[in-house]
């Protein structure tokens, strides 16, 4: 076994195939993809990357699966534990390979290119009119980055596994999607286990950032340890599932439930203080503008580092503004229920999924508001980006004033 320091969780164990994995050029271009984008114009300790986030998500991932190896639940190495436990390791180091540079900005915020997490169609080839095995639809490029890697490092043996691992925890967001792959055999029951155990709502991935996110920023923000001790397996719709035990001895744990709603209080916490910081947003907003513009592909995106993509627009006003440090002022914060529909029927969740997903719309919207401005004398504000914000339900827009004042 080998060993790396890390700075969140100290000494982390890595076995010989997991070592020549890292040393890749496909993996260690994790490097170059921050882990919270543009905050460092914010809190500038905040440069951490992608890699050292999934050496630590394998790294808690691992002690979830003992603890639940320990309790008797999984893992068990007379039924094929230890293969399992090497297939979570696998799949917890590379279920972010598919990301590009400020991934979560360009993927979520304002989606202008496919989620990094989103498999292929189909995980297996499929037998064509002719009777041979042909390939199905185009791969992900989640799939492509983690083949290629795992080729790279001689781990070709674990493409299938963990690929269905990972497929598992994107079709998990959907009881009946996670249900019809399982029944079609493109995902076995075992590994939902595994898909849990790496990115639900409790998982490993959340208690690495939790914990790495805060640290890097400076906050303080930390969470008991007595959680791993709640990590078991139960049963949910006909399938193992990890679970988080709040009954022992039929008695309810109060305990457990306040060490979780910590959690969850932390993760608010990041959102409110870091992800969603109102100097961030207009960065992101930024950002999002000048690649929206380049036309860049998420294959091109993916050949470039965060400070490579801003090298290669270094030319683009909006990035020579970022550089600056001249971002954009918010001026407009809309809540979800002050949305008003004018009595149509339309939902509102859906109008502010097609005015997210829609660049044509915003395009237009954005021309009308600054000619409205314009007509009322406020020429010195111009609508740049409008984008959803999950966690509060609510819409920013962004625009920049000469004189660098708000509204």
Sequence with gaps: MKVIRDNIHG????????????????FERLHGCRQ????????PGAKHSRFEHVL????????????????????????????????????ALL??????????????????????????????????????????????????AVSNALKASGNQKFIEPVLKVLKAIDASKDDEDLDRSVKAGEIKPEYL???????????????DYIRRDHAMAGIR???????????????????????????????????????????????YNLSDKVLFHPKKCAADSMIIRAVSEAGLTAEELMQHSDDGLLERLRDHPL??????????????VCGLGQINTYGQTHKKTELIEKLHKDSKLRQEIEARIQADTRNC???????????????????????????????
């Design 11 to 26: 000494d982390i164990e890595f076995y010989p195939e997991e070592m020549k994995l890292l040393h890749t050029e496909e």
């Design 36 to 43: 919270l984008g543009l905050s460092h114009l914010i809190y």
């Design 56 to 91: 630590g998500v394998m790294h808690v991932a691992t002690k979830i699966a003992k603890r639940m190896r320990k309790q008797g639940f999984f893992f068990q190495k007379d039924s094929g534990g230890g293969h399992l436990i090497r297939v979570l390791r696998f799949a």
């Design 95 to 144: 279920h972010d390979m598919g990301h590009v540079p400020f991934g979560h900005t360009l993927e979520d915020e304002m989606p202008i290119i496919p989620k990094h997490d989103s498999p292929s169609e189909a995980s297996a080839p499929n037998p064509g009119s002719d009777g041979n095995m042909s390939t199905p639809v185009k791969n992900s490029r989640m799939d492509l």
């Design 193 to 207: 286990v595994l898909a849990d155990i790496i990115g639900n709502t409790i998982c490993a991935d959340l208690l």
């Design 221 to 267: 923000g930390r969470y008991d340890s007595r959680i791993f001790r709640y990590f078991g397996v139960g049963e949910y719709k006909g399938y193992q599932r990890a679970v988080i035990q709040l009954v022992r001895t039929g008695r309810f744990r109060n305990d457990a439930l306040a060490d979780l709603l910590d959690i969850l209080k932390l993760r």
């Design 319 to 332: 990035v020579r503004m970022i550089r600056q440090w001249n971002l954009f002022k918010p001026v407009f």
């Design 377 to 407: 004398g406020s020429s010195t504000f111009s609508l740049i980006q409008a984008y959803e914000v999950m966690p509060k339900h609510c819409k920013r827009s962004f625009a920049r004033s000469s004189r660098r004042r708000q509204v």
